[in-house]
């Protein structure tokens, strides 16, 4: 496929300043397809985050149960884990581009369901379990496809910065989709909210159909189904992509505060639900500002230093959170926290895309997904469980601390990490 030339660069070959302070657009400009794509994802994945409020929601008024309203939560997270690593295979076996398109077209089918339910007054709680199933298997195998295309879309040297486009997609979706879907339901019920997700995947679904055939790049001879094991075998050979996800885990397993904030709240800051919101808003906040003003990491050439460095200020500002007893301060630090983990994220995803073969890229972004799933949740249990036997800011504090202490480990141990150079990939 013809690669669209960059046009990151002046005439002089020096990066506009505007671009090296506010997200680079560059390939929004250059690429109608990744164009298509983002604009699709972002108006879709708004809707998707007022569908799982609303959910959660309606759950609620059924049950009066929060357990049954974290069963939600788990309705997803088994699917995510267990179809990640085949909905990768699957895309590098099928053409991406109507694995897309299919999976899109599920995913929207599961909220028409969800509307015609609540217009006709079904409101069973096994229903809503099972949609939400549904709908993590499409999401499972929607997003290797989707992933995997952009390299195809776009030149290497763009990669970064439609990762950092990629992440102010989902973070806006997760800062701003919960909100508008709480102030749907109030006015209007939760078929609207609904109604309005099938309509937002419209974006997403046209974005798919416009695109070009996307069958991975096997290489000459017959063609042969994806196996699950090679992708795992390949991942097991290539330190550099190990480290990505090794240093991505020691930040979401020993560092996630998330699941102490109702606690700390009133311990820590005498607050309410109201101070939950905000400490719960602060990271995507800061996630969101690390996008907005991400045009200087297209300038970053030593992508593992820059993961390295992005991790340990995570957990530094994590450890700085708990020892804040003031409420602005603690907000700060989990900004700071957020705006570090936008960055990482730019860096995994660029390196992964970049330094893998094209025809293992659907099960490297399966291993993506069941690490960017699985890991919150791991981090929810150890931090609770470490709250319970010390206290609140022994684990907040001693999670972020051994953050800094094992991602410096890693770096030391695999120095090869710190020297990786994005003008040539390697493994």
């Known amino acids: 496929m013809r690669r669209v030339a960059s046009t990151t660069t002046s005439e002089k070959g020096e990066i506009p300043l505007r671009s090296r302070i506010f997200a680079d657009l560059t390939p929004l400009r250059t690429s109608p397809d990744y164009r298509r794509l983002w604009c699709g994802n972002t108006i879709?994945?708004?809707g998707q985050q007022m569908t799982a409020l609303a959910v959660s929601l309606q759950v609620y008024a059924l049950t009066h149960s929060t357990f049954s309203v974290g069963l939600v939560g788990l309705c997803a997270l088994v699917p995510?884990?267990?179809?990640?690593?085949?909905?990768?295979?699957?895309?590098d076996t099928v053409d991406r581009r109507t694995l897309g398109l299919y999976s899109a077209a599920g995913a929207t089918a599961m909220s028409l369901t969800l509307a015609a339910a609540a217009l006709a007054g079904f409101h069973r709680v096994w229903l809503l379990y099972g949609v939400v199933a549904v709908q993590a298997v499409c999401f499972a195998m929607n997003s290797p496809a989707r992933s995997s295309m952009i390299p195809r879309l776009l030149p290497a040297e763009q990669l970064p910065a439609a990762n950092a486009l990629n992440s102010l997609t989902s973070n806006l979706g997760l800062m701003c989709g919960p909100m508008l879907g709480g102030v749907i339901v109030g006015l209007w019920g939760y078929q609207t909210a609904y109604l309005i997700d099938v309509v937002a995947f419209s974006g997403s679904l046209y974005a798919m159909w416009r695109l070009p055939s996307m069958r991975p790049d096997q290489g000459e001879g017959p063609r042969r189904r994806a196996s699950v094991l090679d992708g795992?075998?390949?991942?097991?050979?290539?330190?550099?992509?190990r480290m990505t996800f090794f240093s991505d885990l020691a930040a979401m397993v020993l560092a996630q505060p998330r699941a102490l904030f109702p606690a700390v709240a009133v311990l820590w800051f005498a607050g309410d639900a109201k101070t939950v919101g905000l400490l719960v808003a602060a990271p995507a906040v800061g996630a969101v500002l690390g996008g907005l003003f991400s045009g200087w990491l297209g300038g970053i050439r030593r992508h593992g230093l820059a993961i390295l460095l992005a991790v340990a200020s995570w957990g530094a500002a994590v450890a700085c959170f708990g020892l804040a007893r003031q409420l602005w301060l603690g907000l700060f630090f989990l900004a700071v926290a957020g705006c570090a983990d936008t960055v990482s994220m730019v860096f995994r995803s660029t390196m992964l895309q970049a330094a893998t073969p094209d025809a293992l890229r659907g099960r490297l972004q399966g291993v993506f997904i069941v690490v960017v799933a699985g890991g919150p949740r791991l981090g929810d249990f150890l931090a609770g469980s470490a709250a319970d036997l010390t206290s609140p800011a022994t684990a907040v504090i001693g999670g972020g601390a051994a953050c800094v202490v094992v991602v410096t480990g890693l770096?030391?141990?695999?120095?090869g990490f710190a020297r990786y150079d994005a003008r040539a990939p390697r493994a």
Do not use: E, K
């Not at 795992?232 to 992509?241: I, W």
């Not at 770096?411 to 120095?415: D, E, K, P, S, T």
């Open 44 to 46: 879709s994945w708004m």
């Open 80 to 91: 995510l884990v267990v179809f990640g690593l085949y909905g990768g295979a699957i895309a």
């Open 232 to 241: 795992l075998r390949f991942l097991a050979t290539r330190p550099n992509l």
């Open 411 to 415: 770096g030391l141990a695999r120095r």
